[in-house]
């Protein structure tokens, strides 16, 4: 089993910054894939970016460019560094990890953006 713990969530201005971190413990297998995903209410969750542990990256359209995921492997954490963020980047954000075994998501973090 593989638990996760996100931090940094909170209210932002439109066109402002938040850095998300997630930390995992637990046993973790090689080959995983770590990411972040968003559900704004009334809506399903959808994917916002995904790390593979060998560092290859994937972006959802409406983040590109704006979003960055980071992880390192060492610490067992994960990163998400947005920018310029929208009031629909509006969400609860959830860390993910899967492997071959298991799917595992944290509790989950509000990242509201408002004036």
């Known amino acids: 089993q593989v638990q996760l713990v996100e931090s940094g969530g909170g209210l932002v201005q439109p066109g402002g910054s938040l850095r998300l971190s997630c930390t995992a413990s637990?046993?973790?297998?090689?080959?995983?894939?770590m990411g972040w995903y968003r559900q704004a209410p009334g809506k399903e969750r959808e994917l916002v970016a995904t790390?593979?542990?060998?560092?290859?990256?994937n972006y959802a359209d409406s983040v590109k460019g704006r979003f960055s995921i980071s992880r390192d492997n060492a610490k067992n954490t994960m990163n998400l560094q947005m920018s310029s963020l929208r009031p629909e980047d509006t969400a609860v954000y959830y860390c993910?990890?899967?492997?071959?075994?298991?799917?595992?998501w944290g509790q989950g973090t509000q990242v509201t953006v408002s004036s």
């Open positions: 993910n990890y899967r492997d071959f075994r298991i799917n595992s």
């Open positions: 637990g046993s973790m297998f090689r080959g995983n894939t």
């Open positions: 790390i593979y542990d060998f560092g290859g990256t």
